[in-house]
């Protein structure tokens, strides 16, 4: 059974730091594409940045410089660090396993405000 736990989201002031981790099992990890994705109320869910097995690495122009995704197949893990929170960047994040069909983890809720 697959499985993807996400997990450090929360509540964080304008300007702050989170670190999402999303920790998968029942797959070989080492060869899936990773991703994060968001989505706030009453929005489309959107892409916020990619990794591949290989560890090249995108981001939407929204998070470029602020975020950084990064794996460590060691422990099955996939992170996106977020810097300088923006009230926009409030939404659910949701982890994404992709190798010709997809696997979804349930979310975790983050909220910038003062």
């Known amino acids: 059974q697959v499985q993807l736990v996400e997990s450090g989201g929360g509540l964080v002031q304008p300007g702050g730091s989170l670190r999402l981790s999303c920790a998968a099992s029942g797959i070989i990890f080492s060869i899936y594409n990773m991703g994060w994705y968001r989505q706030a109320p009453g929005k489309q869910r959107e892409l916020v940045a990619t990794i591949t097995w290989g560890g090249s690495t995108t981001y939407v122009d929204s998070v470029k410089g602020r975020f950084t995704i990064s794996r460590v197949n060691a422990n099955n893990t996939v992170y996106l660090q977020m810097n300088s929170l923006k009230p926009e960047d409030t939404a659910v994040y949701y982890c994404?396993?992709?190798?010709?069909?997809?696997?979804w983890g349930q979310g975790t809720q983050v909220t910038v405000s003062s």
């Open positions: 994404r396993a992709e190798r010709y069909v997809s696997y």
